[in-house]
């Protein structure tokens, strides 16, 4: 096997180890006593561990060495299983998921855990007194930003409509002795310049004050740089900024260049129905498996194809002959044919259970962020679609979520003055019908607000004063995917801004699909995506 083959075996395995590690980890913060799932989650950071090292993927190796450590204290009774350390162990998984996502976009899967690994250090040894903003800054202040695919993916889309993706590093001076005002500052300018895509270190921990004097933000743009350093400069105590072209190239080049060697998995048993917001665990179902890579399935469905027409003539040679016998065994071929096709069009598919099962955890570290309680219900997750669809649709789907995390459901203050429960339901629900798969991200937040988007859209050109009077909810809806659309005031680190949903809506579009929105003020938002069975090219390959 060449080194491509052997990373995809690697993908295949590490993803399988780390998904068990989520479902267990929500397990065990609901259920810390149990040893049970301790033992099972240790042997899956041990197993990681040597495969990572086996291939040269240092910072998993590592990061997964520190976490098995805190599980072989938790499995001796030698550290408690507390908030502090199961967010300790949440923030590592994510990591981990990152760095082999990165790995399967061809970037090599590098990231700097020194932070994390010291504080998982500090765990073990019992000393973890110091907090996240603090050791981050310690150990890498705001020098390097890194993105993960969706903000790549957004950059992308954005370079299109001509933006620029700009770093700005701002320096502010050693005597500042309100940091977080002059971010603040900063922001207000920024915003008025552009969307900002992400900050170094996070926007909690700047307006926490837990960074050195230095913090750098990615931003879209169309204005020049030295207008934005200009801006930046007027702002007191801001002693220096740098700005200079954020370049993904690299990056992508590789991702490009690699061939496809997606490894796929012919699953034997499917995944049971859950019901609607009914809270239930996603189990994994007991499956037998082969790999394939998919360029050997388009090589069969394409040889198929080839069977097929060659099948074709044999029936109009047996129609010419007359003869009963071929054609009683040319029809038979026919209904074997039909088998086969409807068997190999099922390899190509997959229970969307495989990304949908990596939400909870996404979810989990939005409600925390926003200091939100929110409950996610997944239905559907072994309704299956074609592989290729699936690889796609990972982003958009983690952008309606945070979407509805961040501006749909509300504060629990807020939700209990309406009459609500204070945890908001967010619904993730996927179903077939005819040709098309749909998948729906639901929540029973605010809803959108008519009135602001209406004002946007006529602030931006799209609608009329006169035009907007009797103008139905569904054309209004539809503004919030166009392009640099937002209603937002401040600035978002969750859900991104402007070229977001247009983004999305490009997406999906590139799929073959279609997407709309539905939405009743103060009861809530959902999001109706529809995507086809199967992607087109093979075409029909029977005769």
């Not at 399988?16 to 267990?24: K, L, P, R, S, T």
């Not at 801001?238 to 260049?257: C, F, G, L, M, T």
């Not at 967010?426 to 040709?435: E, Q, S, T, V």
Request: hydrophobic share 40%; proline share 2%; with cysteine.
């Amino acid at each position: 096997m060449d080194t491509n083959d052997y990373i995809s075996l690697f993908l295949d395995d590490s993803n399988e180890h780390i998904q068990a590690m989520n479902d267990h980890l929500l397990k065990l913060e609901k259920q810390p006593g149990n040893i049970d799932i301790v033992h099972a989650i240790f042997r899956s950071a041990h197993t990681l561990k040597g495969m990572a090292g086996s291939m040269a993927f240092d910072d998993i190796a590592s990061l997964t060495h520190k976490m098995e450590n805190i599980f072989d204290k938790i499995r001796n009774n030698e550290l408690a299983v507390n908030e502090e350390v199961m967010e300790i162990l949440f923030e590592a998984l994510e990591d981990l998921e990152e760095m082999t996502h990165e790995i399967g976009e061809g970037d090599g899967g590098k990231r700097d855990v020194r932070g994390l690994v010291y504080r998982l250090e500090q765990l073990e040894k019992g000393t973890s007194d110091l907090v996240h903003g603090q050791i981050a800054a310690a150990i890498n202040p705001a020098a390097h930003v890194e993105l993960d695919q969706y903000q790549r993916t957004v950059l992308k889309q954005a370079k299109e409509q001509d933006f620029s993706t700009l770093q700005i590093t701002i320096k502010l001076s050693e005597d500042c002795l309100l940091k977080a005002a002059r971010v603040y500052m900063v922001f207000e300018v920024l915003e008025k310049l552009g969307d900002m895509i992400k900050s170094t270190p996070a926007v909690e921990e700047l307006e926490a004050e837990n960074f050195n004097q230095e913090f750098t933000v990615i931003l879209l743009s169309t204005a020049c740089s030295g207008e934005i350093k200009e801006r930046i400069h007027n702002i007191s105590e801001v002693q220096d900024v740098v700005i200079a072209n954020y370049d993904i190239r690299e990056s992508e080049r590789s991702a490009d260049n690699r061939e496809d060697r997606i490894v796929n998995e012919i699953p034997v048993e499917r995944y049971t129905r859950q019901d609607k917001f009914k809270h239930t665990e996603n189990k994994r179902a007991s499956t037998k498996t082969i790999r394939v890579s998919s360029e050997r399935i388009e090589h069969l469905m394409n040889l198929f194809e080839e069977l097929a027409l060659e099948h074709g003539r044999l029936e109009d040679i047996a129609t010419q002959l007359n003869n009963q016998e071929l054609i009683d065994t040319t029809e038979q071929i026919s209904k074997i044919s039909r088998d086969m096709e409807s068997f190999m069009l099922t390899i190509r598919m997959a229970p969307v259970g495989q990304i949908f099962n990596r939400f909870p955890l996404i979810v989990r570290g939005l409600a925390k962020d926003l200091n939100k309680k929110i409950d996610l219900n997944i239905i559907g997750a072994e309704t299956e679609l074609d592989r290729a669809v699936i690889d796609e649709i990972r982003d958009p789907l983690i952008h309606l979520i945070r979407n509805s995390a961040d501006h749909g459901i509300e504060p629990p203050d807020k939700r209990k003055e309406k009459g609500k429960p204070e945890a908001g339901n967010l619904l993730l629900r996927a179903f077939p019908c005819g040709n098309h798969v749909f998948i729906e991200v639901e929540d029973d937040g605010g809803g959108i607000n008519r009135e602001k988007v209406m004002k946007k859209a006529i602030e931006n050109g799209l609608l009329t004063a006169e035009g907007s009077e009797n103008i139905k909810d569904e054309a209004i809806h539809q503004f919030i995917f166009a392009t640099g659309f937002s209603t937002a005031k401040n600035v978002s680190s969750i859900s991104g801004r402007g070229v977001g949903l247009d983004a999305v809506r490009m997406k999906i579009e590139s799929l073959g699909g279609d997407i709309s929105v539905e939405s009743e003020p103060g009861l809530g938002t959902k999001f109706s995506i529809q995507l086809p069975w199967r992607m087109s090219n093979a075409g029909n390959m029977t005769g």
